[in-house]
């Protein structure tokens, strides 16, 4: 091992078998029941608590440690009208020619379209931006495995907020270089994802599907 300092594990607990089994279990079941929702309440959600998701966010593993991520979390009506907007004519062009017909055939039992009147209902907004590379004293300095590291920091984010009680859409308008403009985000950081976050409005539906079961989504090679 290098001489790079390092601190004991203190946080660690080594459980017991069966208090690990029922752990593994009701995390199941609690990420079972979350679910993308397309309709929000316009209810307000207490900053704190978006706070709390983003520090958890912020945990992820990633390459070097650069937490090559940024959060811009959105309560502003007029800037969400702007994020509206912007997104709608992009989904406009993408639905009506620009997504190739087998793309579309995909999503149709989605029953999504180009009106994204969430983008205005629900109290906020997370635009999520990768750091393609950082700028320190004025230079450019490298960062690594940076889908990566940004796919797993928001996997945790939309867990926290669900285990939070809020529910989540993830939207990727595409292409999304209109977030750097309306958010006024500096060249190195590029749009990864727009998070819808809020409570579900009133009577929502959501589609009828189904996630893969175990043999199809793991291989275990054993002895
Ligand atoms: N960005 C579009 C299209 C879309 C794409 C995928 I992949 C989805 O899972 C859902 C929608 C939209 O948000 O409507």
């Known amino acids: 091992m290098s001489e790079a300092p390092t601190v004991p594990l203190t946080a660690y607990r080594r ?23 397309r309709e929000f ?3 307000p959600v207490p900053r704190e608590i978006l706070e709390a998701c983003l520090l958890a966010a912020g945990t992820a593993p990633n390459g070097a440690n650069r937490q090559p991520w940024r959060f811009v979390a ?4 007029k ?4 994020i509206r907007s912007a997104a709608e004519s992009e989904e406009a ?5 620009r997504a190739p017909d087998e793309w579309l055939e995909a999503l149709e039992h989605l029953g999504t379209d180009a009106h994204k009147p969430f983008l205005e209902d629900a109290p906020w907004l997370i635009a999520i931006f990768a750091e393609s590379y950082s700028v ?4 450019k300095v490298k960062n690594y495995y940076v889908n990566e590291s ?7 984010l939309v867990t926290a907020l669900h285990h939070a009680g809020l529910a989540t859409l993830t939207h990727t308008p595409s292409p999304m270089g209109f977030l750097n403009e309306i958010l006024e985000r500096p060249a190195n950081e590029r749009a990864f994802l727009l998070l819808v976050v809020g409570f579900p409005a009133e009577g929502v539906e959501v589609p ?4 893969k079961s175990l043999e199809q989504i793991a291989v275990f090679v054993e002895e």
């Open 136 to 139: 320190e004293d004025g230079g």
């Open 79 to 82: 800037t969400k009208r702007a």
């Open 41 to 43: 309440s316009s209810d």
């Open 93 to 97: 062009a993408f639905y009506g020619g």
């Open 150 to 156: 940004v796919g797993i920091a928001t996997g945790i």
């Open 208 to 211: 009828d599907i189904a996630k």
């Open 15 to 37: 459980r017991p078998l069966e208090e690990m089994r029922q752990r593994a279990a009701s995390f199941l079941d609690e990420v079972r029941g979350r679910r993308s929702v």
């Open 74 to 77: 959105v309560s502003d009506p």
